[in-house]
């Protein structure tokens, strides 16, 4: 049984860099048929997929997202980590990691982290 958790600040000030890292347990990140991606939610614009990372280390962004996005992993700790440069009070939302598809990521959000709140406030 794959586990997700998010970590990381839950406070961030406007022009810095959110910064989340997500542990896994039960289920490799690397050599896998699946993805691990980052999903956010606010009231305003809801569900918003962010970006994955593949089991190779490939990673692919959300258009309206992709300039200020990186996605990141550390194989020797099984984590991936998300970062958000040039933050504004618009990015506060709660971010969670989720397990997608490696063939095609979206589909099968099956397993997610609980999801942590990050505001972005001065």
């Known amino acids: 049984q794959v586990q997700l958790q998010e970590s990381g600040p839950g406070l961030v000030k406007p022009s810095q860099t959110l910064s989340l890292t997500c542990t896994v347990s039960g289920g490799s990140i690397t050599n896998s048929i699946y993805a691990w991606s980052w999903i956010r939610q606010s009231p305003g614009k809801g569900l918003e997929w962010m970006g994955v990372i593949s089991y190779d280390g490939s990673t692919y962004y959300s258009p309206s997202l992709k300039s200020r996005t990186s996605i990141s992993r550390d194989t020797s700790k099984n984590q991936f980590s998300l970062q958000l440069t040039s933050v504004t009070p618009e990015d506060t939302a709660v971010y969670y990691c989720?397990?997608?598809?490696?063939?095609?990521?979206?589909?099968?959000?099956?397993?997610w982290g609980q999801g942590t709140q990050v505001t972005v406030s001065s």
């Open positions: 989720v397990r997608t598809s490696g063939r095609d990521y979206s589909v099968e959000y099956y397993y």
